[in-house]
C-alpha cells in the first residue's frame, strides 16, 4: 500500500516537474524578447540587469526541476528560488504561498520513501 502511494506520488511529482522544466526553459527564452516590451507596457523601468536575473532564476528553476526528476534532493532548493525572491521583494505571502506549493509538490514522495524504508528494513542489511 505505502509503496504504491510512494510510486504513485513520486510519478505525479515527476510530471509536475518536467512541466516546471518546460515552461521554465521556455520562459527564460522568452522573457528577453518579451519581458522589455511588458516593462514599458506597464510604465516600469527596464534594466538589462534585471531582465538577465530574471532569465537566470528562470533557468536555475529549470535545472533544480530536471535534478528533481534525476532524484536528487538539492534541486528542489533551486525550484524555491522564486518562493526566496517574493519573500525578499516584499511580497512574504506569495512567497510563502508558492513555497507551500513546491513543498506539497516535490518533497512529500522523500517524505514517503523515507518513512517507508524506516518503516520497512532491507532484507539481509546491516541490523
Known amino acids: 500500500m505505502m509503496l ?7 510519478k505525479l511529482a515527476d510530471i509536475l516537474a518536467r512541466l516546471l522544466a518546460t515552461f521554465a526553459l521556455v520562459g527564460a527564452a522568452a522573457y528577453p524578447f518579451i519581458g522589455p516590451a511588458y516593462l514599458r507596457m506597464a510604465q516600469q523601468p527596464t534594466s538589462g540587469l534585471a531582465i538577465a536575473g530574471t532569465c537566470a532564476l528562470w533557468l536555475a528553476v529549470a535545472a533544480g526541476a530536471f535534478a528533481f526528476t534525476r532524484r536528487r534532493m538539492a534541486g528542489i532548493f533551486l525550484v524555491l528560488l522564486p518562493a526566496a525572491a517574493l519573500a525578499i521583494s516584499g511580497q512574504p505571502l506569495a512567497g510563502l504561498l508558492v513555497a507551500s506549493g513546491v513543498v506539497v509538490a516535490f518533497w512529500t514522495p522523500f517524505l514517503l520513501a523515507l518513512i517507508q524504508a524506516r518503516r520497512d528494513p532491507s532484507p539481509g542489511g546491516a541490523a
Not at 4 to 9: H, K, P, Q
Open 4 to 10: 504504491a502511494l510512494t510510486a504513485m506520488w513520486f
